[in-house]
């Protein structure tokens, strides 16, 4: 345990360190609440925090499941906050977090301290309707909307007369994207100056978020807003994405990969079209283009239309996909020949000279979004095609079940650009996860990977009794999956650990096909005893997979990589998690690829150092899914035996709960070498 003296935060004597032990313990404030049970882990963590925001410094800490890591991070940020006229970002990954963290843990947080503070959600702006746009939509839609979308553009115009918030959640069907895409928020239409006397929902919650105290974000959002603002960053560095703001990242075990897609580029097919069609849709004859009249613009347009399925066929012509990623790296620039940008140069002409001499202030602006907008397809094609980027990877990948094509990019060194985003200067920046180590109680890894090498790391245990909670199972007498009889006996241990656990599971794999192969296999086995089978990609999205799950306690579950983290299910419809092959990431991925070349060229081991480290990050946030309360019991099953034949097994082992371990299997109990 640490005390630090806070001379300035004036929360209480001895500081803010010392405030945070007492809340608390074991009569703390806290104790009053009808939920809390006194967990020294848990009054550590805020203790910890509490001196890093004290010492305006940043702070590393894993803290496991069942710490209670949301209030110990809040009770300080918000004290520390209230006392200085700092505003608190708190960033995760998932939607989960942020809604327990808004309607339970905030609230709660309030309760505790007794003290009044604000707290608001942030959602990007494209969530929010546009008043202004939506009227001069709706002044001329025959002109700009195919029938069925003038329908859903009435029903927006009725429902904006009632909600409170504008935000495409508030709204009780789901709009086409073009339609939404001509009545949101965008940030060339939507200012201050322009709106901020005027009935905007973005620009409301904008004067709000400034006066909030605490405020709830994703990680995505965060990124997207630090990178747009990076050139016009604080010069003094007090603030992120607000002046004197100070930031927490929960789930932070996803912040590389996150950061690395929201810095680098995206560019689709989907959403090429999706842009142009604004100004003309030729199958319908609407957009802006058409309500001027102006044929010019709808000549261009249908040229870069006409040359985009060319394009994107030509793109997906000259790429091998590999994986079941269906990814293809692109090396060398002039990939294939660029028959977009001269017609995206002739749009961007026909907008200036359509808005030139406009009396309409609203449609000219409109007209002036549109080209920026233009502007950035014709950058981000010519980022690509000419590989402009330094120290970036490029790919094409095939996303989604139509296998739409997309062209995308990534900075090589995320840690580089993190380690001057976040930690260049002295300030509060806490990153926090439950799973943060592979083996390493200094978290080495981790922060390595996010340019966090200098920032002190904290590494807390859970207070779960996984010896008593918890058994694991390995199963050493499965076959190689490359080897003959690998499904057979896959399926036959499958089979036996669900009905051991009645039902009542997640079964995780690393492959697609596999994970369908095993769910024709075992779904009449399961339809016969009673358990209802869930199978990813059989038609409903992830979010209605695991509400469904949770609703009949004893079915089962089929899931591949989104599955493997950030699900909480407790209680006693998740009684058995079986991992059917240890998480090795295929090395197919471009930026997992060009990340093991980098390992390799600085002299390193791209197993140890990358692979390895992944894997067992991966299986610890997989068997985590299972003791999610003090109450819950359960069994965890790993049916790969190199946990135990491979000298790294150990590596995975012990970095699991102390759990019980019962070995099937195993004929001679002794661990061989290689990978």
Known sequence: MIDVDDRSAGAAPG???????????????????????????????????????????????????????????????????????????????????????????????????????????????ANYLCPQRLRAAMSQPGELFSGDEEAELRAIWEWAKRTEDGSLSDLDFRPSARVWAQVCSEAGLCSPRRCGQRLCFYQALRRRLEETDVVVL????????????????DPRGEGLLFSRDFVIFDEAHTLENIAARQLGLHVSAAGVALELHRLYHPKHRKGLFQALRHSRGIRAVEGVLDNLQIFFGEIENACRFRGEGRTHRVRQPALVEDILSDGLIEVERSLASAAEGLEDEDFRLELDEMGRRVRGLRSGLADFLEQRLENHVYWVEKQGTAGRVCLEGAPLDVAGRLRTL??????????????????????????????????????????????????????????????????????????????????????????????????????????????????????????RLIEAFRRDVSSVLFGTDSFWTGVDVPGEALSNVIVTRLPFAVPDHPLTASRIERIQEDGGDPFLHYSLPEAILKLRQGIGRLIRSQRDQGIAVILDKRIVTRAYGKRFLKSLPPAPLETLGFPEGRAEGGR
């Not at 809390?36 to 940043?58: C, I, S």
């Not at 499941?65 to 009770?75: D, E, F, H, M, R």
């Not at 994703?218 to 960053?233: G, I, V, Y």
């Not at 009542?504 to 209802?532: D, H, I, K």
Request: proline content about 6%; charged content about 25%; overall charge neutral.
């Open 15 to 125: 500081g803010l360190a010392a405030e945070m032990a007492e809340l608390f313990s074991e009569r703390g404030a806290l104790s009053s609440s009808p939920d809390f049970e006194f967990r020294p882990e848990q009054q550590e963590m805020a203790v910890r925090v509490a001196a890093a925001l004290v010492e305006e410094r940043p702070l590393v800490i894993e803290a496991g499941t069942g710490v209670g890591k949301s209030l110990a991070y809040l009770l300080p940020a918000i004290r520390f906050g209230l006392a200085h006229k700092r505003k608190a970002l708190i960033s995760t990954h998932t939607i989960n977090l942020q809604e327990q963290l808004v309607r339970k843990d905030l609230p709660l947080a309030g309760r505790v301290l007794r003290q009044e503070f604000s707290y608001l959600l942030w959602k990007g702006r």
């Open 422 to 543: 976040l930690f260049a200067r002295p300030r509060p920046v806490i990153l926090t996860s439950a799973t943060l180590a592979v083996g390493d109680p200094g978290l080495e890894y981790f922060r390595r990977r996010v340019g966090a090498e200098t920032v002190e790391a904290v590494s807390i245990g859970s207070p779960f009794d996984y010896t008593r909670q918890m058994k694991l199972y390995v199963v050493a007498s499965m076959p190689d999956p490359d080897g003959p009889g690998y499904e057979d006996a896959l399926a036959h241990w499958i089979q036996h650990f669900l009905r051991l656990s009645e039902g009542r599971a997640f079964v995780l794999f690393t492959s697609y096909r596999l994970m369908r192969a095993m769910a024709e296999r075992l779904r009449r086995v399961c339809q016969e005893a009673g358990w209802p089978l869930l199978v990813q990609g059989e038609g409903q999205p992830r979010h």
């Open 218 to 233: 994703n990680h995505t959002l965060f990124f997207t807003l630090l990178a747009a603002q990076e050139d016009e960053a």
